[in-house]
């Protein structure tokens, strides 16, 4: 068996038109679209997201500015420029991106971020009402697991997924969105025994970690789908997953590939967001 590959490519591109069809709208009507990125590192692999978000923005016609307050940043500046870009009319989405400096931490600095402005649903308050089933933007990467299942015509209602990883990120809250879609949901994590017992029991595997080649053959049911959250930099400068692709596509029904899959349709889903923020009251 040879697993069909899930690629992102195609669902972003379109949910990108789409964007980008609703900025110009909104950009004829005197309101330009601005999401605003706070960064407080030197993290190069931060970096290169940060300027891949950017480019991707400026493709869809947004304005993305990024705020870099250096990585020696104090709580006290991330909060206030948090407050400052949520108060300002002109910025329509806010992101805080980590690691951020020594003593700060995005679960203490998520609540000064707006939440209408919340493309990335940090934002404790966003995470409540997502878990509450009440309208809110989604962290996008926990949404593009559920988007691109449905893309490829995944059913879900029903089905067994085994979400590996528990952040808030991505595990808790695509485990929420699952339960949304009438999936029955198992949560595994560090401390989780027996996690190749569990996990192969699951219709649908979604692997959220962040260790490179955690799942393999053993984790994986015959003919499972497998959904590779893992974005883990290589020594080359290219990036793999948490999935064993080489053994796991020989067991597995269906897999989304690193790069290409889960990691297009969240940039797309947070300009998606954005322009949604923009056209609210």
Known sequence: MT????????LAAAIRAETATRAALLAEAGSP?????VVATADESSAWYVRSIAGAAAKVGITCDVV???????VEAIRGTLEALGADDGVHGIILQTPLPAGASLEDLAG???????????????????AAGLPAFAPATAEAVVAILDHHGIELGGRH???V?????????AAHLLLDRNATVTICHSRTKDLAGLTSTADVL????????????AHVAPGAVVVDVGTNPTADGGLVGDVDTTSVAAVAGALTPVPGGVGPVTTALLLSHTVRAAASP
């Open 112 to 130: 000064a971020i707006a939440f209408g402005k919340d493309v990335d649903g940090a934002n404790p308050l966003s995470l409540g009402r997502l």
């Open 68 to 74: 870099d307050l250096g990585a020696d940043a104090t």
């Open 3 to 10: 697993a069909t590959v899930l690629s992102g490519r195609d």
């Open 165 to 173: 990883g528990r952040s808030t990120v991505v595990g808790k809250p």
């Open 206 to 217: 979604v692997a959220a970690v962040g260790r490179p080649g955690l799942i393999t053959a």
């Open 161 to 163: 997924v085994a979400v």
């Open 33 to 37: 679209v601005t999401l605003a990125v």
